[in-house]
């Protein structure tokens, strides 16, 4: 952290960490947790990023400047209380305020910020991490998304996804491709200004090509049209990943940097990468291996911001296991799609950059493009042509003369499967550990799905402990569908239901 600060006031005691990022130059002398107009005010601990600070500021009569999402949320906290989250409609966050008295704790509704909960002796504890808690107490549960919580515990709802559509829009496919095009760009220039040292991944799949494409269009406004924005790739030995982010970093002239590793490298990184995901999951682990590695190059370069194309396949419907299912069906799926962000992938991307003291930003997490695509029939976005369904549709044609052709056209991988490391690390524990050694620990553990879980599994509990009992354990397992996938072989398959293994559930007693 650039800055941190703790505060004990009253009943309550706050403490905040700020990345260098997340601060205006000016900024290094402010004390945190922030307070409002009067320093015996209520103060705030807040995570997270607005689409839409400047309408607010104006609607509000507030003044722009620093800590401007902090000041929006205090004064909407003073004036409307719990009601202030039905104005905060472009938004991802975890944040706490309190007076010292009356506390109020709130997670955005699709749990793309991270936050956690518990309790010991009549004290509420929440925080960003779990590890923190478990230096206090057991008692670890997951803050819902979509609620809040107030000083005596009881969680609320204050927004979900809507279960039913809603009528869908009727328009020429050209006129939504436009429009597609203008609310990214519109999320991306809500969310950066570059004056922050700021890179782009680039793993050479759509979403992630959109971004980096938009993005240097920003940069060279800002810099000139010879500037060239960083873009960050990674492989395991010669990847898909790394082709086609050549092709699409030529495309856009930027200043691009492999990282090619091998397995030892991603072996040697594990420890690391489960302490700070907090999770063993075999599917989010060896994405997020590959994660972890490139945003630490990029920090080594001196980024401090970085762009990344995650949610692309959730706004738009692109994973592949949704063209098993009728158009009917979509809307259904998709927000259950939606809702799987909190657990896999939005956690990755979280931790993995934070964890290198990057601050992270997707522009396709937007409030705007998600709302416009509720609205947009199935049809747009899982297409059939030829008797092949077309997955992202309506997304690859709004960019189709943007980007290269093989980009715009290429199919849906996830980032473990392009990078290389969704097929060396399976294969690995398969050869390292014996079928007795997995049938012994299953019968202890009955979560365990794989040899490569069991590994990260062993791992995981180094980090955290293990306090549930045997009972409790085949409890937890009897909520687990779909056989022995993980999240992301779930949705793969088509398994729907979302894997109920919270690791709050493994390490709370």
Same mark, same amino acid.
């Given at each position: ?174 006129? @939504? /491709?436009?429009? $597609?095009?203008?609310?990214?760009? =519109?999320?991306?220039?809500?969310? +950066?200004?570059? #004056?922050?040292?700021? %890179? ?88 997020? @291996? /590959?994660?972890? $590695?490139?945003?630490?190059?990029? =920090?080594?370069?001196?980024?401090? +911001?970085?762009? #990344?194309?995650?949610? %692309? ?88 003369? @943007? ?17 290389? #490391? ?88």
């Amino acid at each position: 952290p650039d800055i941190s600060g703790t505060v004990r006031f009253g009943r309550t005691c706050m403490a905040q960490n700020y990345l260098k990022a997340d601060l205006p130059p000016d900024a290094r002398d402010v004390s945190v947790p922030l307070a409002g107009d009067s320093i015996s005010g209520p103060r705030i601990c807040y995570d997270g990023q607005m689409g839409n600070t400047h309408d607010i500021l104006g609607a509000k009569g507030l003044a722009a400047g620093p800590f401007a999402e902090e000041r929006i949320l205090l004064h909407l906290y003073e004036n409307k209380g719990p009601a202030m989250f039905s104005e905060i409609t472009d938004a991802v966050f975890a944040v706490v305020i309190s007076d010292g008295e009356n506390l109020l704790a709130a997670r955005d509704l699709l749990g793309i910020k991270t936050l956690f909960y518990g309790w010991k002796e009549g004290t509420l504890y929440l925080s960003s991490e779990l590890k923190s808690l478990l230096a206090v107490t057991n008692d670890v549960n997951e803050f819902p998304p979509g609620h809040y919580m107030d000083g005596t515990g009881k969680l609320n709802r204050f927004a979900e996804l809507p279960p039913k559509a809603a009528q869908f829009l009727e328009a020429d496919p050209q006129e @939504v /491709a436009a429009e $597609i095009r203008n609310i990214i760009r =519109r999320s991306l220039r809500s969310r +950066i200004d570059f #004056s922050h040292p700021t %890179g782009s991944l680039l793993s050479g799949g759509i979403d992630s090509s959109v971004i980096a494409c938009l993005a240097t269009e920003l940069y060279r406004e800002k810099f000139g049209p010879d500037a060239r924005l960083k873009t960050f790739a990674l492989g395991v030995g010669e990847s898909r990943d790394l082709k086609n982010a050549r092709i699409m970093a030529d495309h856009i002239g930027s200043e691009h940097c492999e990282v090619i590793v091998d397995l030892n490298d991603l072996l040697d990184k594990l420890p690391e990468v489960i302490y700070h995901l907090e999770s063993f999951d075999p599917s989010l682990v060896r994405s997020s @291996v /590959a994660n972890f $590695i490139i945003s630490g190059r990029a =920090r080594a370069q001196g980024i401090e +911001i970085l762009l #990344s194309g995650e949610g %692309g396949d959730e706004v738009f419907c692109g994973y592949t296991y949704l063209k098993q299912f009728p158009p009917e069906e979509m809307h259904a799926r998709q927000m259950e799609c939606i809702g799987f962000l909190h657990n896999n992938a939005s956690l990755r991307l979280d931790r993995m950059n934070h964890c290198n003291s990057l601050r992270v930003v997707a522009p396709l997490i937007s409030g705007e493009l998600l709302n416009y695509s509720i609205s947009l029939p199935p049809g747009y976005k899982q297409r059939e042509e030829n008797g092949e369904k077309i997955e992202k549709w309506i997304f690859r044609k709004a960019f189709e003369d @943007v980007i290269p052709n093989e980009i715009a056209w290429r199919p849906k991988q996830e980032f473990s499967q392009g990078s290389g #490391s969704a097929d060396v690390l399976p294969r690995y524990f398969e050869e390292q550990i014996t079928d007795g050694e997995l049938a012994e620990a299953q019968a202890r553990y009955p979560m365990i799905r794989s040899k490569e879980e069991l590994h990260y599994f062993k791992i995981f509990t180094s980090h955290f402990g293990l306090q549930v009992s045997g009972e409790e354990l085949k409890k937890i397992t009897s909520r687990i569908c779909c056989g022995t996938w993980s999240t992301g072989d779930r949705m793969r398959k088509g398994c729907t239901s979302p894997l109920t293994v919270p690791v709050s559930s493994v390490i709370g007693a």
